[in-house]
């Protein structure tokens, strides 16, 4: 239900636009989030974004440099990748935490127990 693009091949200091669509069921209450995987990795967290209010959070590292969005109104959300470094090379997932609380709703969520459905995600590779 989820569907990952944008991922690709760019040199370093280069920039790609990752999305995530929801191509089925409505998406609208929903917190969203993006993690990557290295290879012989953990999954981490990237940054997420509240159903209310578009608040956002991000790993530390990555603060300044990437940018999470959404379009409601395209059930769609997008992760900037600016000043890309050999390290950020990963797939890169997207997931969905359906809002149930009102309490929620201005929240965003970092760990992967809290998402309700993921993508299938989208390979980063970056060059040095």
């Known amino acids: 239900q989820l569907q990952a693009s944008g991922g690709g091949l760019v040199q370093a200091g280069g920039s790609l636009r990752l999305s995530c669509a929801a191509s089925e069921g409505d998406f609208t209450r929903y917190a969203w989030g993006w993690f990557r995987q290295a290879p012989g990795k953990e999954r981490e967290f990237v940054a997420g974004?509240?159903?209310?209010?578009?608040?956002?959070n991000y790993e530390n590292s990555m603060k300044g440099r990437f940018t999470i969005s959404r379009d409601k109104n395209k059930n769609t959300v997008y992760l900037q990748l600016n000043t890309l470094e050999p390290e950020d090379a990963a797939v890169y997932y997207c997931?969905?935490?359906?809002?149930?609380?009102?309490?929620?709703?201005?929240?965003?969520?970092?760990?992967?127990?809290?998402?309700?459905?993921w993508g299938q995600g989208t390979l980063v590779t970056v060059s040095s």
């Open positions: 974004i509240s159903w209310r209010g578009g608040n956002t």
């Open positions: 997931a969905a935490k359906k809002i149930q609380y009102n309490d929620e709703a201005d929240s965003y969520f970092s760990t992967e127990v809290q998402y309700d459905y």
